[in-house]
């Protein structure tokens, strides 16, 4: 996400005016708005991830996790398909749990302006 698609989402969301007006002018453009059927399988994919955490923090899959590392779903095939953990192979979590580091997240975007002092 770059700073410009961030103040897209934001216009978006809270001047929705404004925005209009930008896109008609130029200043915002390759806007993709999502269609409404969009949703309800972002809402599939949430509340199966929720399900997910739950399932893994109780520990009541009658299997167990261990098969459960990554699941795709479909719609339009009627398919889901499960990949096992031994699947993958796992790396070091760089980044993970590193604190306030700057630039916020390894992203430069969102490194904090110089200021100079007032005095």
Not at 14 to 21: G, I, K, M, T, Y
Not at 60 to 75: E, K, M, P, V
Not at 86 to 103: I, T, Y
Request: some cysteine; aromatic content about 8%; proline content about 4%.
């Amino acid at each position: 996400m770059t700073a410009e698609g961030l103040r897209a989402e934001y216009l978006f969301a809270n001047a929705p005016e404004a925005a209009e007006r930008e896109i008609e002018a130029g200043y915002i453009s390759g806007v993709h708005e999502e269609a409404p059927s969009v949703m309800a399988l972002n809402m599939r994919a949430a509340s199966d991830a929720v399900l997910e955490w739950i399932e893994r923090l109780y520990l009541y899959r009658l299997d167990g996790s261990t098969g459960f590392a990554r699941t795709l779903f479909s719609n339009a095939a009627g398919e889901v398909e499960h990949f096992s953990e031994d699947d993958f192979v796992c790396d070091s979590a760089n980044g993970l749990a590193q604190g306030l580091v700057e630039p916020l997240l390894g992203i430069p975007g969102l490194e904090r302006p110089n200021r100079k002092d007032a005095a």
